[in-house]
């Protein structure tokens, strides 16, 4: 076991957290230096000063009480030592080994899941995101009512207990139950109503590009550079909870929506998965999908390999994919060329110095198909179903010229090959 004992003093509004994460040498892929690292990110998220770190090296956790008696001793004294109110562990822990755990402990004791819900808890500001996270809390909630009343006189509030908050912990299972049924309800509306909205895009012949990626890697940073909004962004993890999706103009003046999503994390709760079914289909129903990575983390890999589970697990591991590598401009000009060569067909971009916009939006034109070709269409001057067509060309194409005949109409003009057969019974010649 290895601790370090933070060298400054946290603000006393802030809760003291110890970090507690168990690792096997035999695992090369996991270093559990740099999961501790995310961890620490995590409980800054939800408001916590890191004053302990500790790692222990063991095959496997202990079934009742993850460290082993031993451990668990060491941990406590460190504890009292550093004055910490709350020990997260990077893992899940069972009902039965948190309880065993605040008993030894005698400190409120949070798991990973538990401090992810809590962030969304806190990150949360529409009703649809704060549907969803109930939702989540609730499902993670269920099983671990037992003794969950003590627990909460003797602990109080802080990390783990935001959301359904203190009167939820209370209820028993069958009032849980009922309020899970309700936001179930309210949920499958919220589904209904996005899918309504995706059907009308696709009706419009909007084509839609959703932004991808672990948290942090800079998604909302590109959102905004591509699509001039001023969403919030930040080094935080998990600001975006809720998509945004707004236009992007081409150069030749079409448009197609660019969607923001929530970011995705090493072992995302399955709560979190199921609870934001109703966002993450945005991304399964998109027609092409910008995978941001941050190029400069020594997780790259990691985190690409946990977005793609996650994508697969929402049904979007179909979706046609880009991988933009944003953050260049932080990679020394011999690892830039190493991901260039890695990774063929990918992008190299720096959404915050702006390099590399123009490449990205090539990408999407090339990517979706609206590459032009260039046709000249007649359409009869009567009737309503021909002006309507006429009006839908000149949304979807690029008008070259317009000449009005006695009784029809001429127009010549650049559209999407992927559109040609909706105007294949006006098409003269391309």
């Known amino acids: ?196 909205l995706r059907e009308r895009r696709h009706k419009a012949s909007v084509p839609t590009v959703a932004l991808v990626g672990y948290t942090n890697a800079g998604k909302t940073t590109l959102f905004n550079l591509l699509t001039g909004d001023e969403a919030v962004a930040s080094d935080a993890l998990f600001v975006t909870l809720d998509p945004l999706v707004r236009k992007v103009k081409l150069p030749d003046r079409r448009e197609l929506l660019v969607s923001d999503t929530v970011g995705f994390i090493e072992r995302l709760p399955h709560q979190l998965v199921a609870a934001f079914r109703a966002t993450l289909e945005e991304v399964a129903g998109a027609d092409l999908l910008f995978h941001v990575i941050d190029a400069s983390s020594p997780d790259r890999d990691r985190h690409v390999e946990a977005v793609r589970s996650v994508l697969a697990e929402v049904g979007a591991g179909r979706v046609p994919t880009v991988d933009v590598f944003n953050k260049c401009d932080k990679l020394e000009a011999a690892e830039l060329a190493r991901v260039r060569t890695l990774n063929p067909g990918s992008l190299c971009v720096s959404a915050l110095t702006g390099n590399g916009r123009d490449e990205v939006i090539a990408a999407m034109e090339t990517r979706l198909g609206l590459d032009t070709a260039r046709v000249t269409m007649t359409f009869p001057l009567a009737g309503d179903d021909a002006r309507e067509r006429v009006t839908e060309l000149y949304r979807l194409g690029r008008i070259l010229s317009h000449v009005a005949n006695e009784d029809s109409v001429v127009i010549d003009a650049e559209i999407p090959r992927r559109l040609l057969p909706r105007f294949q019974s006006a098409k003269g010649q391309a």
């Open 1 to 196: 076991m290895r601790s370090t004992l933070s060298r400054s003093g946290p603000p006393e509004s802030r809760e003291r957290a110890a970090l507690v994460g168990l690792f096997s040498r035999s695992s090369r892929s996991f270093d559990p230096d740099h999961a501790l690292d995310e961890l620490a990110d995590l409980a800054d998220a939800a408001g916590a000063e890191v004053a302990l770190r500790v790692l222990q090296d063991r095959p496997k956790p202990d079934p009742a009480t993850f460290l082993g008696s031993g451990k668990l001793r060491m941990l406590a004294t460190a504890c009292d030592e550093a004055r910490v109110d709350t020990v997260i562990f990077d893992n899940e822990l069972s009902p039965a080994q948190t309880r065993n755990l605040e008993e030894t402990l005698e400190r409120k004791v949070v798991d990973r899941t538990q401090l992810i819900l809590d962030i969304f808890a806190r990150r949360a500001r529409t009703r649809e995101g704060k549907l969803q996270v109930e939702l989540a809390q609730l499902k993670y909630l269920l099983p671990r009512l037992v003794g969950a009343n003590a627990a909460l006189s003797r602990l109080g509030g802080g990390i783990g207990t935001r959301g359904p908050g203190e009167t939820k912990l209370e209820t028993d299972r069958r009032r849980i139950r009922h309020r899970l049924s309700i936001l179930s309800e309210e949920i499958d509306t919220v589904r209904r109503r996005r899918s309504q």
